[in-house]
């Protein structure tokens, strides 16, 4: 379990509070106004910001004395990070080893990985000759292969078209499916929140609010929900 305990989030001026689980293998959406501290939250869970008071935890284990390197997880950004010099394969054996020294069974693996996402022919193409959709599937297959038990997506789609936008986001849901990931979403798209997560965590006001039931919640929002939906 993903467990957020009596956290406070500080970036300048602005304060985001979270006290809530998240229970091991669950599809979480993290929607509300922009500016409301949805990266905010995904940046702590990371380790790219230090809780001022609380601590989270993962698996009972406080995740503050491990970097982003060492943390459990797979993280997939709005860029995509790819590395433009290095080859479709190369920038998914990264997710295997930093130094690319691959084994052969490695990469094997990374072959399977780019079959997977439907990949295989670009395998030595690189990022700029790929379009948008085909880079995303690059950065999926990078986190297919490390396989890690906490995924975070800080809208990784929202450059894509809308049924390529789905396309990704179903893939991704589905490895996490397979791997019984436990997932976290930022999405502005309430319909992606229905498709892929069960569950919803609203922030808003400064606070990341519980989990609620993703079908409950937008069929029947609390206000602030209802205010950010326009509904
Ligand atoms: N480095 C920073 N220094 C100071 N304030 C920051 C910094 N980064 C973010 N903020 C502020 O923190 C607040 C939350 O930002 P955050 O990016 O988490 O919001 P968000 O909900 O992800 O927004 P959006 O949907 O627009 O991406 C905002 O008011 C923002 O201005």
């Known amino acids: 379990m993903l467990r957020f305990d009596n956290v406070t989030l500080m970036q300048g001026s602005f304060a985001l509070k979270a006290d809530f689980e998240i229970e091991t293998g669950d599809h979480v ?8 501290g949805k990266s905010t939250l ?8 230090a809780p001022t008071t609380g601590k989270i935890f993962w698996q009972g284990q406080d995740l503050a004395s491990l970097g982003p390197g060492a943390r459990p997880m797979s993280i997939l950004f709005q860029d995509n990070n790819l590395f433009p010099h290095l080859s ?17 069974e490695e990469s094997a693996r990374v072959a399977e990985a780019l079959e997977q996402v439907g990949l295989e022919a670009k395998a030595e193409s690189k990022p700029a000759e790929l379009s948008g959709g085909q880079m995303a599937r690059v950065a999926i297959a990078r986190m297919v292969l490390r396989a890690r038990p906490l995924m975070l997506l800080d809208e990784p789609f929202s450059a894509l078209g809308p049924a390529l936008k789905r396309e990704m986001l ?6 996490a499916n397979d791997t019984g990931a436990t997932l976290l979403m930022i999405t502005h798209d309430p319909e992606d929140a229905r498709r892929i997560a069960q569950k ?11 989990p609620m039931d993703t079908q409950d919640a937008l069929d029947d929002p609390p206000a602030e929900l209802a205010a950010y939906l326009g509904v």
Request: net charge positive; aromatic share 2%; no cysteine.
């Open 42 to 49: 995904i940046s702590a869970v990371a380790g790219f910001l």
């Open 200 to 210: 919803t965590v609203l922030v808003a006001g400064g606070n990341a609010l519980p």
């Open 29 to 36: 959406a993290v929607i509300g106004p922009s500016g409301a």
């Open 88 to 104: 479709v394969a190369q920038n998914v054996g990264l997710g295997l080893r930093p130094d690319l020294r691959l084994s052969k």
């Open 170 to 175: 179903q893939l991704v849901s589905d490895v």
